[in-house]
């Protein structure tokens, strides 16, 4: 189960952005539930609830939020899990500070927290860690060339959705792992749901399916893969997780806009 709640908990930042002009800020909670299709879950039983929180200055953005999930086992195992998430990235794509815990039953499994400083994206970038428990494996000290920031991704995924593509593919990183990402995009012009409110009317909406592929591993099967409904603004209407080990159902039912700062 390690990282496993984070993989989840971090799909929202591989979903919609624009760009730093084009987001609007806002908190989005959706409701958790098991994802009926799935075959070969290890949970019988999920239920739970996600809150989402974007918003921005002139310097950058800050995305936090925190998921917390109930787990039963096909066996009558329960499990409580607990995700928090507090990403920072400036808007020119150079510098991004983040902090990740994941928790499960009351105790910290996973805690990090650091920072990567790049002179520009189409150069090395530094990864300095404050904290880093509970993860496997060295701590990568050097961010390869080109790799894209949450924001980055997500600024792109939109603007190939804007220009009509149909595919789009990033390398992007989470704070601990460097993902290949692909991503297939489609117009939506079925119903909304019902918590996207009415100031909202006329946005543009797209589906994609967005797959994370280790990059050793970029011919084997996709270790996550996320579906879910985007609209031109930022914000992610229902959507699905699915792991080798658990697939969730989210459902969006609040949203809340903000005002966007005057940066001119």
């Known amino acids: 189960m390690k990282r496993l709640t984070i993989l989840l908990a971090t799909l ?5 952005a624009l760009a730093a002009s084009g987001l609007t800020p806002h908190r989005a909670v959706y409701d958790m539930e098991r994802l009926q299709r799935a075959s070969g879950s290890a949970f019988a039983q999920v239920s739970g609830r996600m809150v989402y929180h974007y918003d921005r200055t002139c310097d950058g953005v800050t995305y936090n939020h925190r998921m917390l999930l109930d787990l039963v086992t096909a066996q009558g ?3 409580q899990t607990e995700t928090v998430l507090s990403f920072f990235e400036t808007v020119d794509g150079l510098n991004l500070r983040f902090q990740v815990r994941e928790i499960f039953d009351g105790v910290e499994a996973t805690a ?9 994206v189409d150069s090395p970038g530094r990864i300095t860690y404050s904290r880093r428990e509970g993860v496997e494996g060295d701590a990568p000290e050097t961010l390869p060339p080109g790799v894209l920031f949450p924001l980055q991704h997500t600024r792109d995924l939109i603007q190939a959705a804007v220009d009509g593509a149909v595919t789009h593919n990033a390398r992007t ?8 990402v692909d991503s297939f995009i489609r117009p939506y012009q079925g119903e909304w749901e019902k918590a996207v409110p009415d100031s909202m009317d006329g946005q543009k909406v797209w589906t994609t399916r967005v797959s994370f592929y280790k990059p050793d ?8 893969e996320t579906q879910m409904r985007f609209w031109e603004n930022g914000l992610s209407g229902d959507f699905t997780m699915e792991t080798t080990d658990l697939a969730v159902q989210a459902r969006l039912t609040e949203v809340e806009i903000y005002d966007k700062p005057d940066c001119d």
């Open 12 to 16: 929202l930042f591989a979903g919609p």
């Open 77 to 79: 195992s329960e499990l």
């Open 112 to 120: 990090l927290e650091g920072k990567v400083t790049r002179s520009d």
């Open 173 to 180: 990183f989470d704070g601990d792992e460097l993902s290949l």
């Open 217 to 224: 591993q970029a011919e084997a099967a996709p270790y996550y």
